[in-house]
């Protein structure tokens, strides 16, 4: 069985400013890892994925994330945050095989203030 | 290529009454997963069908719902009859077969459902 926790429920933050939003993960077997976005109004969007290899990963919008398996993370980061970027962000985890479902966190609220 | 797509986009019904949603996968995906999110709480998944199979179910919350995908290509996932609680964002994904490969799900907009 896999859970995600996700620890902050909000994050408000200025425009420009830097941006971190932090996720933890338990897991019995290898997962993938991934973050979603939710703009609002919209469906759940691909931001980024950790399958193997590198441990940083870069996804869209300019957004990264590290993989630490031995802290089992996987933070969000972007460099500099645009008024765009107010969102609900999920980070989720896919057994590392097969077809099987995906276990999602509670959710980031950000909320980028001018 | 069409990505998933749902609908009703969004359906606000009475309590007791019955509703249906409806979601089309990605043409070709034989993986397709429902999941809901309730009162802004995280996404959970509901069940995952491999063509029309039941593949697992073990998220359905009770026998009020029931899903199903006849001939493997859309899904419908009808609550009957609704409560107050079933209130939330019902979303839809699919994916290609799985195996020992990288399986990425595909999500759809989302079904809005309110029960009053």
């Known amino acids: 069985a896999q859970s995600v926790t996700q620890l902050d429920s909000q994050v408000p933050v200025f425009e420009e400013a830097p941006v971190e939003l932090r996720c933890n993960y338990s897991s019995s077997v290898s997962v993938y890892l991934f973050w979603y976005v939710q703009y609002p109004n919209q469906g759940l969007q691909l931001l980024l994925k950790?399958?193997?290899?590198s441990t940083l990963v870069k996804g869209i919008n300019g957004f990264e994330a590290e993989f630490n398996k031995s802290q089992t993370s996987f933070h969000l980061r972007k460099p500099s945050v645009h008024i765009s970027d107010t969102a609900e962000y999920f980070c989720a985890v896919t057994p590392g095989w097969g077809a099987g479902k995906s276990t999602f966190g509670d959710g980031t609220t950000l909320t980028v203030k001018p | 290529e069409a990505g998933v797509t749902q609908f009703p986009s969004h359906s606000v019904i009475e309590k007791g009454q019955t509703v249906t949603l409806r979601c089309d996968p990605i043409?070709?995906?034989?993986?397709l997963y429902w999941y809901r999110r309730v009162m802004g709480k995280e996404i959970k998944f509901l069940l995952h069908?491999?063509?029309?199979?039941?593949?697992?179910e073990s998220g359905m919350p009770n026998n009020r719902f029931l899903a199903e995908r006849t001939g493997g290509t859309y899904s419908t996932l009808k609550v009957q009859p609704a409560e107050l609680e079933d209130s939330g964002v019902y979303f839809c994904?699919?994916?290609?077969?799985?195996?020992?490969?990288?399986?990425?799900?595909?999500f759809g907009p989302g079904t809005r459902l309110t029960v009053l």
């Open positions: 950790y399958l193997s290899g």
């Open positions: 043409s070709g995906h034989d993986n």
């Open positions: 994904a699919s994916s290609q077969v799985g195996g020992l490969g990288y399986n990425e799900q595909f």
């Open positions: 069908f491999v063509k029309e199979s039941k593949q697992d």
